[in-house]
């Protein structure tokens, strides 16, 4: 950990950049930013009331379900309305500690959006390849466990984040070249040596990533050899399609998040807007396609929202 310097106080205010290069193009990227947090907050609030209301969907992959809209509603809403300010309105300050609180949200829920993915495909993986014990396996009181594990294990994991810059002196310039607060992004403006903490975050965020996405794969894997085995075929197109569009969602979540890792460690030589454009795709799009896939073409949540509607309706 790098000592602390007295003689440099933290700055009281950074000043957030956005997209570099495409600055002149802030108000109309803005206009799908907005469409897609709109969609995720009212697709995401609209499971959580569906589920909430109706007692029938008190099973754990709604259970699930509802964790994993709860965590895309905190990550999407801490990084869409800031950066749409940024964007629309030109609002470039933002306070260091509003920095660093935006900064543990989004790396300690982007960690609980991978881990809610992982209980995700051992649900299914229980429910395909040993339905009869689906309900004893998950029971709620091991849901509730589950759900608490993923939590702790991204607060514990990230909470050093925000303690470790709050201790460094920062010298050069306050101009986050980001259109958010990322910890690499506020690391190199100290002007001490962070190789630890760099490397500490990077190796945490890469470990959880990689041991999430492999166990999800392995999931997935055994719900596949588990579906070319059903008897009915139409059966095993419909599992195939409800597991494929999940499949869709995660590797989008973790193809993109990897991305933005791996950048920071070996590509020196890509593209600060190409960077950052994808770095912005892996908070807005899950959230965004999350309620699409899993509640639109789920369908008893779908059935639920539309009885609703006609009540309202009529």
């Not at 949200?105 to 881990?115: N, R, V």
């Not at 299914?124 to 998950?138: F, M």
Request: glycine share 6%; charged share 10%.
């Amino acid at each position: 950990m790098p000592p602390l310097n007295t003689s440099r106080p933290s700055p009281v205010t950074f000043l957030l950049m956005g997209i570099p290069g495409l600055e002149h193009l802030h108000v109309w990227i803005g206009i799908p930013f907005c469409s897609m947090y709109v969609v995720a907050v009212v697709g995401n609030v609209t499971i959580l009331a569906v589920v909430r209301a109706e007692r029938s969907l008190h099973e754990p992959m709604f259970l699930f379900l509802c964790m994993l809209s709860i965590t895309d509603l905190v990550l999407s809403t801490s990084t869409l309305p800031r950066m749409l300010c940024l964007f629309w309105l030109g609002a470039h300050n933002i306070a260091f500690d509003a920095c660093l609180t935006q900064m543990f949200f989004i790396h300690s829920f982007t960690t609980m959006e991978s881990g809610f993915f992982l209980a995700m495909a051992f649900d299914r993986y229980v429910a395909i390849c040993d339905p009869l014990r689906h309900t004893t396996i998950l029971t709620h009181a091991r849901i509730t466990i589950m759900g608490m594990i993923v939590v702790i294990r991204g607060i514990a994991f990230f909470s050093p984040h925000p303690i470790l810059l709050k201790q460094l002196p920062y010298c050069r310039t306050r101009i986050i070249a980001h259109t958010y607060c990322e910890f690499m992004a506020v690391v190199k403006l100290a002007c001490v040596d962070t190789g630890a903490t760099t490397r500490y975050s990077l190796s945490v965020a890469s470990i959880i990533g990689s041991c999430d996405a492999i166990l999800t794969v392995v999931s997935y894997a055994f719900i596949l050899h588990s579906v070319f085995r059903l008897p009915s075929r139409e059966a095993g197109f419909k599992a195939l399609g409800t597991c494929g569009s999940h499949v869709c969602v995660i590797l989008v979540f973790y193809s993109t998040a990897g991305f933005s890792i791996f950048t920071h460690r070996f590509g020196k030589n890509v593209p600060a807007h190409i960077h950052i454009f994808i770095a912005n795709m892996y908070l807005l799009v899950p959230p965004f396609l999350n309620p699409i896939v899993y509640g639109v073409r789920t369908k008893k949540i779908r059935e639920h929202v539309l009885r609703a509607l006609r009540i309202k309706v009529t």
